[in-house]
């Protein structure tokens, strides 16, 4: 008999792989950046934000943090380096007010990770607190980033139009959110279930949603930039 640590790590690969594929769905949008040398009126916020969320889970994967967590840490150790070259061309090619918001985001970030670096590790002394502490953290950021398309949904409604959510993003990111939950379940952790149990629920939302509204949508090509992506726990 297969044995319960087996099935998760299985799972986890499999989720390990679809994140893959969701990090990089962005390359054609920034390949069209890198040819036109302007970043034009894309917004560097979707990639600002997953890179938050892959520093975040990286954190939580570290072994004084949350052992038994390498494929938490492989996945958003690699989705950290792609979000860095998304942002690096984004930066190089965007307008001085957009430069600067960068930079103030980065910042900010790197102090409120420091801050949490210290806290962790002066104040928590068992793996518990550690898990707590920055788990905690993780959930409010994925559970934000699975809610941003909410906005999107919204649109839908509005316009009665779905040309501003692709139906391919939505079913990936339910098969993505299902992997994870399923990874979290096995051998229980709460701070993965409860995003992507989330992220389940919202993906639902959004395949009903298109369903519903598919017959009214123009027949037209549109540019569609992309959500912040919640790839992992």
């Known amino acids: 008999m297969v044995s319960a640590d087996v099935v998760r790590n299985i799972v986890g690969i499999l989720g390990n792989i679809i994140s893959l594929g969701l990090f990089l769905t962005p390359v054609p949008t920034f390949w069209t950046i890198i040819e036109k040398k302007d970043a034009g009126e894309f917004s560097p916020d ?7 969320n892959c ?10 943090v949350h052992p038994n967590s390498m494929l938490v840490l492989t996945i958003n150790g690699t989705g950290l380096v792609i979000e860095s070259i998304y942002i690096a061309i984004f930066f190089s090619l965007a307008s001085s007010k957009k430069r600067t918001r960068i930079l103030l985001v980065l910042g900010v970030v790197a102090v409120f990770m420091v801050g949490l670096v210290l806290v962790v590790l ?5 793996y518990e607190e550690r898990s707590l502490i920055v788990g ?12 941003a398309p909410l ?18 993003l939505s079913l ?16 229980f ?11 389940v629920m919202f993906s639902i939302a959004q395949v009903i949603l298109y369903l519903c509204y598919y017959n009214a949508t123009p027949n037209k090509d549109a540019n569609v930039e992309m ?7």
Request: hydrophobic share 45%; proline share 7%.
């Open 46 to 52: 979707p990639y600002l934000a997953t890179l938050v």
């Open 55 to 64: 520093i975040l889970w990286v954190f939580y994967g570290l072994p004084f």
């Open 122 to 126: 002066l104040g928590a002394d068992t």
């Open 136 to 147: 905690t953290i993780c959930v409010i950021a994925g559970t934000a980033m699975y809610a």
């Open 151 to 168: 906005t999107v949904m919204q649109k839908v409604i509005r316009t009665k139009s779905v040309e501003y959510m692709p139906i391919s």
């Open 172 to 187: 990936v990111g339910l098969l993505n959110g299902t992997c994870w939950t399923t990874y979290a379940l096995i051998k």
């Open 189 to 199: 952790d709460l701070y993965i279930t409860i995003p992507n149990g989330l992220g």
């Open 227 to 233: 959500s912040p992506i919640q790839t992992t726990p």
